[in-house]
């Protein structure tokens, strides 16, 4: 008997004895729908946190400079301003060796203080992180322009007290009026804004806070100058950043270690080093909480598949009771140990495999439930649902193969004397 008509033989079973089988199902069902919601949702949740905290929308990442004996202070700090020694402008040569890494998108250097400067009009102010761009930084930074214009090449030649603000800050200083031709003052100087960007969003894809912080981030009031305008901004001599922008944001930790190490190659000192900052360590607890969460709800929901293995076994025993004349009777007509055994053993992967299947189309169903609901973002990985399949077929294995054994052993003439 091939393996084929063994499975015919498994769902005639199953379709012979239909609440039986599904009450046996049951467990599997439970314990598979669990694991595929709770996978879905956690993995949903960590690239939601990822999307956040690393790179966000734009998948960006700025490397700065630290200190190596303060590694909490990053280029933002007055420690790391001014003139350090070793540390020169960054070189178009690493730049371009940057943005030939594999991964890389694009790169720009940027001078950058982070919520640092004061920004006024009449008799309001706002404290605003600051850039001093190159041309190519909003395309970069994924900006795209609101009104007015973007930098032109007399502005860096002319060093031009010219700005472009976000559209967080024109909403604030200009809620009524067109912000391009006004004049802001930052610091004792007067910066002329001549555009008004935003970020490149789809906003149709935001349909909850989390999507609106992990869009949009936490604070997006920013001003823009040239980066031969950022001496009246930040100071003579600053050091500059380098924003790179990735092709994907699961690549971001790898591609901003690389790109930190053609930076670092370029410093004189021993003191200092380029990096991402707590890039690493965000992503890695990230990381390291979805994996012990993971763990420990898949383990409580593993008790269903265990109990629902046991059901297996427990129906498969019955079955052989029941069917004892009906093996005595094949084992007299000359079928072999083997051939018995391969017949309850597929009719209990099946009876597990089919239970698997319905728990994954009821996980998944329940996870965008979840999701539709609550506005969760969820994520329903492929590899999640093949292990959980298989699982459900090495659970009719393990526990079938002991029905599986003792239906094989069975004597043909007790068992045809069996009442």
Not at 93 to 114: D, L
Request: aromatic share 8%.
């Amino acid at each position: 008997m091939n393996i084929i008509e063994n499975i015919r033989l498994s769902f005639k079973g199953i379709i012979s004895h239909k609440l039986r089988s599904v009450l046996t199902m049951l467990g599997i069902i439970i314990g598979i729908s669990s694991i595929i919601t709770i996978v879905s949702i956690i993995q949903g949740a960590s690239m939601s946190l990822k999307d956040s905290f690393v790179g966000g929308d734009s998948n960006t990442v700025m490397l700065q400079l630290y200190d190596k004996e303060n590694s909490w202070g990053g280029a933002y700090n007055a420690s790391l301003s001014g003139t350090l020694p070793g540390i020169n402008r960054i070189r178009e040569e690493s730049v371009s060796a940057v943005t030939s890494i594999e991964g890389v998108a694009a790169a720009s250097p940027v001078y950058f203080k982070e919520d640092s400067i004061q920004v006024k009009y009449n008799n309001k102010s706002e404290y605003s992180s600051a850039y001093g761009v190159e041309k190519d930084f909003f395309d970069v930074k994924n900006l795209i322009l609101m009104s007015g214009r973007l930098f032109i090449d007399r502005d860096y030649e002319k060093k031009s007290n010219v700005i472009i603000i976000s559209s967080e800050i024109a909403s604030e200083f200009f809620p009524n009026q067109e912000a391009v031709g006004k004049t802001l003052v930052l610091g004792s100087d007067l910066f002329v804004v001549v555009g008004v960007v935003m970020k490149d969003v789809d906003y149709s894809e935001i349909n909850s806070m989390s999507d609106y912080f992990t869009k949009l981030g936490f604070s997006a009031a920013e001003i823009y100058v040239p980066e031969t305008s950022w001496n009246l901004v930040g100071g003579y001599d600053d050091i500059q950043s380098l924003i790179i922008k990735v092709g994907n944001v699961d690549d971001i930790v790898k591609i901003s270690s690389k790109a930190a190490e053609v930076l670092n190659a370029d410093i004189l000192s021993d003191k200092y080093e380029y990096k991402s900052g707590s890039l690493s360590e965000d992503t890695n607890y990230i990381e390291t909480i979805t994996k012990i969460a993971s763990i420990l709800l898949i383990g409580i929901a593993s008790i269903s598949l265990f109990v629902g293995g046991i059901g297996v076994m427990n129906i498969m025993l019955v079955s052989v009771t029941e069917r004892t004349k009906e093996i005595g009777l094949k084992k007299a007509l000359g079928a072999k140990r083997k051939v018995i055994l391969a017949q309850f053993l597929t009719e209990s992967v099946v009876l597990t495999s089919c239970g698997g299947i319905i728990g994954v189309l009821l996980g998944v169903g329940v996870a965008y439930l979840v999701s539709t609901v609550t506005g969760m973002p969820i994520a329903v990985s492929g590899t999640a649902i093949a292990v959980s399949v298989g699982f459900s077929m090495f659970v009719g294995i393990a526990f079938g193969l002991l029905p599986s054994i003792k239906a094989s052993k069975l004597d043909p003439i007790d068992a045809l004397r069996y009442e």
